[in-house]
């Protein structure tokens, strides 16, 4: 079982910055694939970025190419996601998701991981 904690959603103007965590307090991190999702009102959840064992593996939807960051810290236990140059069609909620497995990886099925954040709400004011 893995627990994830998230943080770092808010309120921000358009352009603005904003940096998301999630940690998972005892878990043996290292092993983890992890990834980023996130949820607009109304429609299904959708793949952000994902970041492999090394954290050399990492990737982005293309909405967000050039925008956004994902890095992890091991010894913290902990995922990041850097959001810049935020805008509108960003305001979600924002979802940490863990894979433990070591099969193939579909990074951007939401189906490839077995745990969730709970959620933080990211809103983009024009």
């Known amino acids: 079982q893995v627990q994830l904690v998230e943080s770092g959603g808010g309120l921000v103007q358009a352009g603005g910055s904003l940096r998301l965590s999630c940690a998972a307090p005892?878990?043996?991190?290292?092993?983890?694939?992890l990834a980023w999702f996130r949820q607009a009102p109304g429609k299904e959840r959708e793949f952000v970025s994902a970041?492999?064992?090394?954290?050399?593996?990492?990737y982005y939807t293309d909405s967000v190419k050039g925008r956004f960051t994902i890095s992890r810290d091991d010894a913290k236990n902990t995922v990041y996601l850097q959001m810049n140059s935020l805008n509108a069609e960003d305001t979600a909620v924002y979802y940490c998701?863990?894979?433990?497995?070591?099969?193939?990886?579909?990074?951007?099925?939401?189906?490839?991981?077995?745990?969730w954040g709970q959620g933080t709400q990211v809103t983009v004011s024009a």
């Open positions: 005892g878990s043996t991190f290292s092993r983890y694939r």
């Open positions: 998701a863990v894979d433990t497995t070591k099969t193939n990886w579909y990074y951007g099925s939401p189906d490839q991981y077995a745990y």
């Open positions: 970041i492999g064992w090394s954290g050399l593996t990492k």
